[in-house]
T-cell receptor, first 116, second 114 residues
Framework: GAVVSQHPSWVICKSGTSVKIECRSLDFQATTMFWYRQFPKQSLMLMATSNEGSKATYEQGVEKDKFLINHASLTLSTLTVTSAHPEDSSFYIC????????????FGPGTRLTVL | AQSVTQLDSQVPVFEEAPVELRCNYSSSVSVYLFWYVQYPNQGLQLLLKYLSGSTLVKGINGFEAEFNKSQTSFHLRKPSVHISDTAEYFCAVRRRGTGNQFYFGTGTSLTVIP
């Protein structure tokens, strides 16, 4: 089946620094990638949708200047958390899908971000 | 707009007993329906999906779900659970047509008791 990887799997950083998370589709070309945020014991909340070569579409309430998304190729999307603060600590999960109305989203294993 | 309701936040069940995890959705348009499982500190794994055709869908690990359009439900079932089924289960919908966004329910924590 389709495989999506994320790197790093976990990261600890100081408040005020920026952190970049990579999402890669390993064996297929993903025209669309999604970024989710999950707080402990809660569901996934869609943050943004990114299509290769175009600007990401952010969900309401998500700061686009804080969560920078780049989808430079059909196999790579990055999420950069800028000037991270402790309240940004969370589990970030990406997913990827190919084109087509019935295509399944394939999820990455997630990245645990802890901001001290 | 779409919304997904998982009525039970926690479901404890004894090993080898049957289980049903409930999911209801509301949408102004037709949707595709999915169930995902999440083990601790891991991403989501697709259990099964309903796109069209037969309303009874069989997935991995012995799970199945039935789409009921009149009741707008997509309940997940397994006739006999194992310890390894202990995990968080998420129901999700995606609109037919434009866009590919998923909308998730709040999740059901299934705990299998030995």
């Amino acid at each position: 089946g389709a495989v999506v990887s994320q790197h790093p799997s976990w990261v600890i950083c100081k408040s005020g620094t920026s952190v970049k998370i990579e999402c890669r589709s390993l064996d297929f070309q993903a025209t669309t990638m999604f970024w989710y945020r999950q707080f402990p014991k809660q569901s996934l909340m869609l943050m943004a949708t990114s299509n290769e070569g175009s600007k990401a579409t952010y969900e309401q309430g998500v700061e686009k200047d804080k969560f920078l998304i780049n989808h430079a190729s059909l196999t790579l999307s990055t999420l950069t958390v800028t000037s991270a603060h402790p309240e940004d600590s969370s589990f970030y999960i990406c997913s990827a899908s190919t084109s087509g109305p019935t295509d399944t989203q394939y999820f990455g294993p997630g990245t645990r971000l802890t901001v001290l | 707009a779409q919304s997904v309701t998982q009525l039970d936040s926690q479901v404890p069940v004894f090993e080898e007993a049957p289980v049903e995890l409930r999911c209801n959705y509301s949408s102004s348009v037709s949707v595709y329906l999915f169930w995902y499982v999440q083990y601790p500190n891991q991403g989501l794994q697709l259990l099964l999906k309903y796109l069209s055709g037969s309303t009874l869908v069989k997935g991995i690990n012995g799970f199945e779900a039935e789409f009921n359009k009149s009741q707008t439900s997509f309940h997940l079932r397994k006739p006999s659970v194992h310890i390894s089924d202990t995990a968080e289960y998420f129901c999700a919908v995606r609109r037919r047509g434009t866009g590919n966004q998923f909308y998730f329910g709040t999740g059901t924590s299934l705990t299998v008791i030995p």
